[in-house]
């Protein structure tokens, strides 16, 4: 199984470019989230997804969007990037609560 | 809203010592807590997953207890080695009854020196 597969695993943007960082898992979990990585904060919550079609907003929302249309997938969209948004992107994945969560690789940003 | 802390932030052992990292967390109604590994520049490895009806788990030289009454966990490591070297995050899921949220504590940086 390849887990939970993020892509690309580095990416430059410039002040105003949007972009989708993509997130896949092949385990048939339900739950899926994004978390960002920031020096100092620790890991926050962006948004979470409990199932194909149902999306939620964590503690950082802002300026990200989400969507679910499969089971497999939870793309992360930026809409207009900010140098705020420089960090380190998390998805992890879930069967359901009980059984904890496995992380990807991740994807580091950086905006200029 | 929950908090969770961990520490010490940083600790530096020589190899072979067996060591104590401690979390602890404000809302005791958690579904679980989950150690994780972090390696500098990768991703998270999960380490040990506790039910929050369960009092330890255990995995070779790895031990982390729970005490949610108290809202504390420690992770336990026996015969430290190198390999060990690497950020520890403890993470708490769910408070006030939700089940989907992951809350993180700031992490140990643990460096075993051979």
């Known amino acids: 199984n390849a887990g939970v597969t993020q892509t690309p695993k580095f990416q430059v943007l410039k002040t105003g470019q949007s972009m989708t960082l993509q997130c896949a898992q092949d385990?048939?979990?339900?739950?899926m989230s994004w978390y960002r990585q920031d020096p100092g904060m620790g890991l926050r919550l962006i948004h979470y997804?409990?199932?194909?079609?149902?999306?939620d907003q964590g503690e950082v929302p802002n300026g990200y969007n989400v969507s679910r249309s499969t089971t497999e997938d939870f793309p992360l969209r930026l809409l207009s990037a900010a140098p705020s948004q420089t960090s380190v992107y998390f998805c992890?994945?879930?069967?359901?609560?009980?059984?904890?969560?496995?992380f990807g690789s991740g994807t580091r940003l950086t905006v200029v | 809203k929950q908090e969770v802390t961990q520490i010490p932030a940083a600790l530096s052992v020589p190899e072979g010592e067996n060591l104590v990292l401690n979390c602890s967390f404000t809302?005791?109604?958690?579904?679980?807590l989950q150690w994780f590994r972090q390696d500098p520049g990768k991703g998270l490895t999960s380490l040990l997953l506790?039910?929050?009806?369960?009092r330890e788990q255990t995995s070779g030289r790895l031990n982390a207890s729970l005490d949610k009454s108290s809202g504390r966990s420690t992770l336990y490591i026996a015969a430290s080695q190198p390999g060990d070297s690497a950020t520890y995050l403890c993470?708490?899921?769910?408070?006030?009854?939700?089940?989907?949220?992951?809350?993180f504590g700031k992490g140990t940086l643990l460096t075993v020196n051979p």
């Open positions: 997804s409990v199932g194909a079609g149902i999306t």
């Open positions: 385990m048939n979990h339900e739950y």
């Open positions: 809302d005791s109604a958690i579904y679980n």
């Open positions: 992890a994945s879930s069967r359901t609560a009980s059984y904890g969560y496995t």
């Open positions: 506790i039910q929050s009806s369960q």
């Open positions: 993470a708490v899921n769910g408070s006030g009854g939700s089940n989907y949220k992951l809350t």
